[in-house]
């Protein structure tokens, strides 16, 4: 009973050291990120509902497929990702240190016959004098060696870089530090979003679950701007935003520009742009209407959709305004509005007027010329939000990754022995990675080694 | 003169080089591979000329901005480097015969991009105006370019594996005794992932890095993140395979092919059928 029971735990240790377990995760890994790809995911769009059957979006929705990478099965592949990683590392690295910290000094007479580098000389010197000799030319031409006597016969031993061969404990590791980063980021941060109007400031920010998170301080906008190429496309968000602690501005955090990559932490907490828009609420549009026949213009204020009846009973209606006509009047470039003017006892006529172009609104309306001229509404900035304490926990991790991706890839361990026996010396050469690096380098040494006089 | 003439000078070097490498294949004249490779080569020279006169010329516009900022020119960039991954792997090992698996990718890329798309100099999107992209697409594009090489190579592989297995050696061997021997190809295919996978994971830490600047999140499972840690897991596999048992060979070398493919639609495919952040291909974000 207890035998089996042993070797069930064996074989359970067994399976999750098995590079077979590797490769059958990480395939899997790969194949199930596929769904997360094709199906939408998180708040699915109406439109997708609709055209899904009502079975499917039970199913799917079952197995997480919306929410998939954050599922209990996408979840439970990587803890057992993890796992396969930290057991197959504590099977091997004792093995590996073992090697590193316990070298093989001494050449038995079989193992000699398997390299496929090795080189002999003859030499007149006691082994004595022979051993100090070659002591010298080997640390001169790779490394100092350690040396053995055995059985009468001088073991010289060097190694370099033996500790390369950790390289791929580091990728390793490196793999699980950025799990621990991520983990981090996600109990002790958060990520949010707020839009502020120009001229006003926000203490709270709305977390991606729909919480209010308190900033402990306050964000106030001071402007928002667009810019714009000649070609129409977009060049510039740009907010200016001020910090404040109790009401205050903060040194240093006044008036500060962000834009799209560049943005603004403050206490941990980042801010980037992202979105704009106009804060419609509440906001007026201003008109001044013309008679082609003279008198004095009127000046109107609606709101969009609103209408108003002008002093000889025309019936004016604004439709919509935009800050940026450009997109939907190529050609033409500021604030302009939509609207529908309806003349007594005519049909109602619809068409854009502009802040800057007069003359284009001169040649509309009839009996009245109408020009827009601006309006009180205000910008608002839309920012992302981030707190995430395990960010650099998962830039060390990124670090330890490419270097120890380049120890594993561009470095080996490399060894030579020479023998020091009555009468001759043999030299040999053994590397883990890049053998033909190595034979170059061995056989100029061995070349050195051949003309030896001793 | 204009980067546009040059690039299709380029083009049509990489033609000829192609079809050279098919005349070496079938002739086995060592002259005609190596002029095929100098062609290759001077298609080389000649795009790195152009891509330094297209940088240029978008400054001559007033939009100066390093010519990897769209997909006509990333796909440019991208047949650039394969072709310099090419030539790395041809001073150090000297089999010229991979150019005949090779080539074909630049030129495909080549041809494409001039032909079918829109070759005009762009401004550069405010979520672009950053020197991450610079990183981020050169680091990922060596990294792709490696990973096309041993794809080739896998198919060399695979050709010739395949055919000396059934034992079809007379019919095709005239063609397969150029090919370097299965166990070189294993090894080249493994040294091409070798500079391609850690480039791959560069490309997308400087991805993670520039993301988390731009946006605050460094992963946000968006599809061409997704596609391209979906590439990363399969050389990941591919180069564990080799020291697996039962995967050795063949089944590596499969993985290199499929690599390669999940990579063309990380690349492009990504943009053609699936929506994200990724501005390239597809409408402006
Ligand atoms: C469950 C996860 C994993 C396990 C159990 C695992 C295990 C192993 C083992 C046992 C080796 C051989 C070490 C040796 O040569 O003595 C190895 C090599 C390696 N692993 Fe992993 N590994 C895993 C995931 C990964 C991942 C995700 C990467 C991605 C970066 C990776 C990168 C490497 C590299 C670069 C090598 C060296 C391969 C070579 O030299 O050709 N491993 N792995």
């Known amino acids: 009973m207890a035998t089996t029971e042993r070797s069930f735990i064996e074989n359970i240790w067994d399976f999750f050291c098995s590079l077979k377990l590797t490769m059958f995760l990480l395939i899997s890994l790969a194949l199930t990120s596929i769904i997360g790809t094709i199906l939408p995911q998180g708040q699915l769009p109406p439109e997708y509902v609709a055209q899904i059957s009502a079975t499917k979006l039970q199913i799917y929705t079952k197995l997480g497929f919306f929410d998939m990478y954050h599922s209990w099965w996408f979840i439970t592949l990587l803890y057992i990702f993890s796992l396969n990683l930290i057991s197959c590392s504590i099977k091997r690295l004792p093995h590996v240190f073992k090697f590193v910290s316990e070298p093989t000094l001494v050449l038995g007479e079989s193992s000699r016959n398997s390299f496929s580098l090795k080189k002999e000389i003859v030499i007149s010197a006691t082994p004595e004098n022979g051993k100090e000799a070659l002591n010298t030319f080997l640390g001169a031409e790779f490394s100092t060696p350690v040396i053995t006597e055995h059985n009468g016969e001088y073991h010289l031993f060097a190694q370099k870089n033996a500790w390369s061969r950790l390289g791929v404990y580091v990728v390793h590791l490196s793999i699980l530090v950025v799990f621990v980063g991520a983990i981090i980021g996600s109990l002790a941060g958060y990520k949010g979003y707020v839009s502020i109007v120009e001229g006003t400031g926000i203490n709270t920010v709305e977390s991606r679950n729909g919480s209010q998170i308190p900033l402990g301080f306050e964000v106030f906008c001071e402007k928002f701007n667009v810019d714009f190429y000649p070609t129409g496309a977009p060049k510039e968000f740009r907010s200016i935003l001020t910090i404040l602690e109790n009401g205050k501005p903060v040194p240093g955090y006044s008036q500060v520009k962000v834009i799209v990559n560049q943005p603004l932490s403050y206490k941990g907490i980042t801010f980037y742009q992202s979105s704009y828009g106009q804060a419609t609420e509440g906001t007026e549009h201003f008109i001044t209407v013309t008679s082609r026949k003279g008198g004095t213009p009127e000046k109107i204020s609606v709101r969009e959709g609103a209408s108003v009846t002008l002093k000889d009973g025309t019936q004016f209606k604004l439709l919509e305004a935009t800050q940026e006509v450009r997109q939907f009047a190529p050609g033409f470039s500021g604030p302009a509005a939509r609207i529908e003017v309806t003349h007594k006892g005519f049909a109602p006529q619809v068409f854009i007027i502009f802040k800057d172009y007069p003359e284009m609104n001169a040649q509309r309306g009839d009996a009245l010329i109408f020009n827009y001229d601006g309006t009180s509404a205000k910008m608002y900035t839309g920012l992302q939000v981030a707190k995430d304490p395990g960010v650099w926990v998962v830039w060390l991790g990124c670090t330890l990754m490419v270097i120890g991706l380049f120890i594993a890839f561009f470095m080996s361990h490399k060894r030579i022995w020479v023998v020091v026996s009555r009468g001759h010396a043999r030299i040999y050469g053994n590397v883990n990675k890049n053998p033909a690096a190595f034979e170059m380098q061995f056989d100029a040494i061995a070349d050195k080694f051949k003309q030896l006089k001793i | ?285």
């Open chain 2, 1 to 285: 003169m204009t980067s546009s003439m040059l690039f299709n000078v380029t083009t049509l070097a990489y033609l000829i080089s192609m079809l050279m490498f098919f005349v070496f294949l079938a002739s086995k004249n060592k002259t005609v591979g190596n002029a095929a490779c100098y062609i290759a080569y001077t298609g080389f020279i000649v795009q790195t000329v152009a891509i330094g006169l297209r940088w240029k010329e978008s400054y001559d516009q007033g939009v100066g901005h390093a010519p990897l900022s769209n997909l006509y020119e990333s796909i440019v960039f991208f047949t650039w480097t394969i072709i310099l991954i090419f030539a790395l792997i041809d001073f150090k090992y000297k089999y010229r015969v991979i150019g005949a698996f090779v080539v074909p990718f630049a030129l495909l890329g080549m041809a494409w991009a001039q032909l079918g798309m829109n070759t005009g100099i762009e401004p550069l999107v405010p979520a672009l105006q950053s020197n991450w992209l610079l990183y981020h697409v050169i680091t990922c594009f060596l990294g792709y370019a490696a990973f096309a090489v041993a794809c080739g190579i896998s198919i060399m592989y695979l050709i010739k594996t395949g055919i000396e297995g059934s034992g079809g050696s007379a019919s095709a061997g005239g063609l397969l005794s150029m090919f370097p021997p299965t166990k070189v190809l294993d090894d080249l295919n493994y040294r091409s992932i070798m500079i391609g996978f850690p480039l791959l994971t560069l490309g997308i830490i400087t991805g993670a890095a520039w993301a988390n600047y731009a946006w605050g999140t460094y992963w946000s499972w968006d599809p061409k993140e997704t596609w391209s840690l979906i590439v990363w897991f399969v050389y990941a596999a591919f180069l564990h395979a080799r020291i697996t048992k039962g995967w050795v060979g063949k089944r590596a070398a499969w993985l290199s092919v499929i690599g390669f493919a999940a990579t063309i639609f990380c690349y492009l495919g990504v943009n053609l059928f699936l929506s994200g952040l990724h501005s390239y291909g597809g409408g402006a974000k």
